[in-house]
């Protein structure tokens, strides 16, 4: 079984998220929201529907903590229940329990460099 099928979402800190997201509105494109941006796709030959969020934090958001770092990469998985008990076989960090809501399945765990990394099993969307 897959283990990362790809990137769900990059999250970073920032002084000013308001600023930073009229930013890249004015002078990237980027449609952006009071949450960020959201970049839907469809999975190469096939009808399932994706997207990639995109999400500037205040710089005092305790949402990336124990992390200390500015960023936190979320990860597309098949089978959030598989993976994080492989992931415990072999001793990784898991920081809270799995999360489930309308927007899917959610777990944090840490990597070896100490950064927070969201695992996130998508609902399945068809197009």
């Avoid at 099928?5 to 000013?16: L, P, S």
């Avoid at 200390?68 to 008990?85: A, C, H, P, Q």
């Avoid at 329990?97 to 969201?118: L, P, T």
């Amino acid at each position: 079984m897959k283990r990362v099928t790809g990137i769900g979402g990059v999250f970073f800190k920032t002084t000013d998220p308001k600023q930073t997201k009229e930013w890249y509105g004015k002078h990237l494109g980027i449609d952006v929201t009071d949450y960020g941006a959201n970049f839907e796709w469809r999975e190469l030959n096939s009808d399932i529907k994706g997207s990639t969020a995109w999400s500037p934090f205040k710089q005092d958001t305790k949402y990336l903590d124990p992390s200390k770092k500015e960023f936190m990469i979320n990860y597309r998985v098949e089978n959030l229940e598989w993976l994080v008990g492989e992931l415990k076989k072999e001793g990784v960090t898991i920081c809270d329990a799995i999360d489930a809501s309308e927007y899917g399945k959610f777990v944090h765990i840490m990597d070896n460099d100490g950064n927070k990394i969201e695992l996130w099993e998508a609902p399945i969307e068809k197009v």
